[in-house]
């Protein structure tokens, strides 16, 4: 993994980044099926306000909510996925 901002999860804990926003962040590495890595390009090439970072943000909230997480912040960025301008 040599010349990776980010480290393998599973590797080392996560650590905490600034992102663009300048909120804090976590950097994680994952492994995805090509075809949905296709489709996640194929999104944001067609929804240019959309990035790598804020479709696994969408995607992770939408799965936690919809299994029993009922954090505060877990419920914002699920609303906010489903409400953000395509």
């Known amino acids: 993994m040599a ?3 980010c480290e393998a999860l599973w590797a ?11 909120r804090p962040g976590v950097c994680l ?4 099926p090509e075809a949905l890595f296709q489709g996640m390009r194929e999104f ?6 959309w990035d790598h970072s804020s479709v696994f943000t ?24 489903l409400f953000a301008d395509f």
Request: proline fraction near 4%; charge should be negative.
């Open 3 to 5: 010349g990776h901002q």
């Open 12 to 22: 080392e804990p996560a650590r905490l980044v600034e992102n663009a926003t300048s």
């Open 29 to 32: 590495e994952a492994e995805v």
């Open 44 to 49: 944001i090439r067609c929804h240019p306000q």
């Open 58 to 81: 969408s995607a992770l909230a939408g799965f936690l909510f919809q299994n029993g997480a009922g954090e505060t912040s877990v419920k914002d960025h699920y609303l906010a996925g």
